[in-house]
């Protein structure tokens, strides 16, 4: 596993190769400042995983989610897509939920309840 923090301390992630799926899970801030580095960590994860492995991005820990984490989360599932890997969403707090499901997300990107759903490929809560 491998942990890495923003240069602004803003998130830290995880990352956890399972199999042939890639766990990254996020804590803190998502917003412009800790954007590129939350974007060079899935871009690790989805060279990292394995066909049809998923990336599972567990958002259980951030305390906030701005417009621009949507954004990333479209570039990277287009990404993900590109590759034959699914990007799966972990997500129970209105904090990411609410932006997910104002921008229409929600019906576009599959969102688990927790991590081992996400691993299981069980129905999304979304």
């Not at 287009?78 to 997500?91: G, I, M």
């Amino acid at each position: 596993m491998s942990v890495s923090s923003s240069p602004d301390g803003l998130i830290t992630v995880a990352r956890e190769v399972r199999g042939q799926a890639v766990i990254v899970r996020v804590a803190g801030e998502v917003d412009f400042s800790s954007l590129v580095h939350l974007q060079d960590e899935l871009s690790a994860a989805v060279a990292d995983a394995a066909p049809p492995g998923p990336v599972v991005l567990d958002l259980e820990e951030v305390g906030f989610f701005g417009w621009c984490g949507l954004t990333l989360l479209v570039n990277q599932d287009d990404r993900c897509t590109r590759s034959h890997t699914p990007l799966r969403v972990v997500a129970t707090t209105g904090t990411v939920l609410q932006p997910l499901r104002l921008a229409g997300l929600g019906e576009v990107l599959p969102v688990y309840p927790d991590v081992a759903s996400a691993l299981a490929e069980e129905a999304p809560v979304g």
